[in-house]
């Protein structure tokens, strides 16, 4: 569970983790935005799990560093459409033209375009588009 720029909210339960059954598993894949489970704490890949309530908990964060090579491969597939996009029609286009790359904006011209992280770390926001145009 993924909110920019916020801590991920707590979508299970003390309680409901203590009615799991003895020996179950659970991974916090939120655990880098605080995690979604109220259970979690952050662990490492060298000490990566705990038992709380009978259940094992898996919080590492930083997931994809265990498999650097693979998770690089992955992200680089991710990303490289839109870097070729952005190198070919140039930052004003591609902003102007791709709702995702407006929604991607986080800072330009030393102000912060995102309304969630502005608030997080009290900042002032900018509406983006006010700056691109």
């Given at each position: 569970m993924l909110i920019?720029?916020?801590?991920?909210?707590?979508l299970v339960s003390d309680e409901l983790v203590s009615q799991m059954k003895k020996g179950a598993a659970i991974v916090d894949v939120a655990i880098d935005q605080g995690g979604?489970?109220?259970?979690?704490?952050?662990t490492t890949h060298a000490?990566?799990?705990?038992?709380?309530?009978d259940v094992v908990h898996y919080c590492v964060t930083n997931m994809p560093g265990c498999v650097p090579r693979t998770?690089?491969?992955?992200l680089n597939q991710a990303t490289l459409p839109?870097?070729?996009k952005l190198a070919r029609e140039g930052l004003?286009?591609?902003?102007?033209?791709?709702?995702?790359f407006m929604n991607g904006l986080n800072v330009i011209k030393n102000k912060?375009?995102?309304a969630d992280v502005a608030r997080d770390l009290n900042i002032t926001f900018t509406n983006p588009e006010d700056l691109v145009a």
């Open positions: 920019p720029g916020s801590s991920a909210p707590k979604c489970i109220e259970t979690s704490k952050p000490d990566p799990v705990y038992i709380k309530h998770s690089t491969i992955s839109f870097v070729k004003k286009k591609a902003l102007s033209d791709d709702r995702n912060c375009t995102q």
